[in-house]
């Protein structure tokens, strides 16, 4: 027997069945909102992975093909990769998520979204944003939960809550809001150019929308929800601290971080993890965590110099930007290029025009095959860090930072008609 629970939402009846399927994951829930279904599962190891000082945190947006009666392309006629949609989507869900896990907590833990059915008046990113936070509150994976999503669209000025595909693609609005019980916790937005206390408002209606998703979500738990597992905590012994100060003081690690050049702070730093290196020579569990611990120690001591002393580690009042710099026409033989320097980031801009036959198709879980015709593609190679690895093609990262930046520039380009060709912006990080 499985449980099945419903609540209305936006003037839609959003159904999650729990216990029905996936029993041997620590959470799952099937969840249909309209006629779009998604199951969202949340497992994690049994033991903390070794010799990482991160939360090991994998999220997943799996878009499948026969979800909208659609067969894949290609030879092998599978799904292969994910898209940028499904990468998008899944880096939305991790944010808001990531930080209510413990800090010390380092067992793998994977929260898969599978979409099994679209239903264009229901996004399933919506679904599965809900859903992974489900399955992970009801699982038996420490979390600090739980939290809510709601997205808003606005069509001739008026707002919609959890609006349909058509009305996300051709509103004025598309933001999306996390929260807690308490406060909200994630924004991402794209608008077109919508006055600022529209917007506020805008994100104060999903907070509230939220509200109504946490209640239903602790209702769930209350009955249905495992006890949290215990765990082997990884956190930095205090005794560590305490002796990692006796060998630097907080004033020693100020006076290291206290420069505005990078490559500077790193020598200073490396310079005092010999230090810490050779006096816990003898202890190997220190060693083990001794990046981790000389990071933390690090980031303390820049909090306390910009919150209390109001002093940036590169001597920049609190109300001070970094130096700016533009210059553009820097690559001869492409249509345009711009050159952005600030601080010590900088990022060349190149610009190639094509005829709209270039435009790009995109055959995803849409009813039909969409298009976009300006793409944004950012790199980040490792030279630009001075550190040394194979470019192996864009990461998550990269895509999503690409995917800002197209989303920011959309709004203010001319239309077809006043300019008829597909643009293409490719933003390389220099530095």
Not at 121 to 129: D, G, I, K, T, Y
Not at 316 to 337: C, F, K, M
Not at 393 to 410: D, F, T
């Amino acid at each position: 027997m499985y449980k099945s629970y419903s609540m209305e939402l936006a003037g839609r009846t959003l159904t999650v069945d729990i216990g029905r399927v996936c029993a041997q994951a620590n959470g799952a829930a099937l969840l249909k909102y309209g006629d779009t279904t998604v199951l969202s599962t949340a497992t994690a190891s049994e033991k903390p992975r070794e010799g990482i000082d991160f939360f090991p945190l994998s999220v997943e947006f799996e878009e499948k093909m026969y979800a909208v009666g659609k067969i894949p392309g290609g030879f092998n006629k599978r799904e292969g990769k994910a898209s940028e949609n499904s990468i998008l989507t899944a880096r939305v869900i991790d944010r808001p998520m990531r930080p209510l896990f413990p800090k010390d907590y380092r067992n793998d833990v994977t929260l898969n979204n599978m979409v099994m059915s679209v239903d264009p008046q229901c996004r399933p990113e919506l679904v599965a944003m809900i859903g992974a936070a489900l399955a992970t509150t009801i699982s038996d994976i420490p979390f600090d939960g739980p939290c809510a999503m709601t997205q808003m669209g606005m069509k001739n000025g008026e707002f919609i809550v959890n609006p349909s595909q058509k009305d996300w693609d051709e509103g004025d609005l598309k933001l999306t809001v996390a929260s807690t019980a308490e406060k909200v916790i994630m924004i991402e937005a794209g608008a077109n150019e919508i006055p600022e206390a529209k917007m506020i408002e805008a994100i104060y209606k999903c907070h509230d929308v939220n509200q109504t998703i946490i209640a239903f979500i602790n209702q769930i738990r209350e009955e249905v929800g495992k006890p949290k597992h215990e765990y082997t905590s990884c956190a930095i012994p205090e005794e560590m601290f305490a002796a990692m100060r006796e060998i630097v003081t907080p004033e020693q690690m100020e006076e290291a971080v206290f420069t505005d050049e990078k490559q500077k702070r790193e020598e200073n730093i490396s310079r005092i993890t010999e230090q810490f290196a050779e006096a816990f020579a003898e202890n190997e569990e220190w060693l083990a965590v001794l990046d981790e611990a000389v990071y933390q120690y690090q980031k303390k001591t820049v909090r306390k110099m910009i919150l209390k002393d109001h002093k940036r580690p590169d001597g920049r009042a609190i109300d001070q930007i970094r130096p700016l710099a533009a210059e553009v026409d820097l690559i001869p033989r492409v249509h345009g290029s711009a050159m952005f320097t600030r601080g010590q980031t900088q990022i060349c801009d190149v610009v190639t025009l094509a005829p709209l036959s270039e435009i790009q198709k995109i055959d995803g879980l849409d009813e039909n095959v969409t298009t976009k015709r300006y793409m944004h593609h950012y790199n980040f190679p490792s030279y630009s860090v001075g550190e040394t690895k194979p470019s192996r093609g864009p990461g998550r990262r990269e895509i999503g930072h690409g995917a800002l930046a197209e989303r920011a520039l959309v709004p203010v380009l001319p239309s077809v008609e006043e300019f008829p060709y597909t643009i293409r912006a490719v933003s390389e990080t220099f530095e």
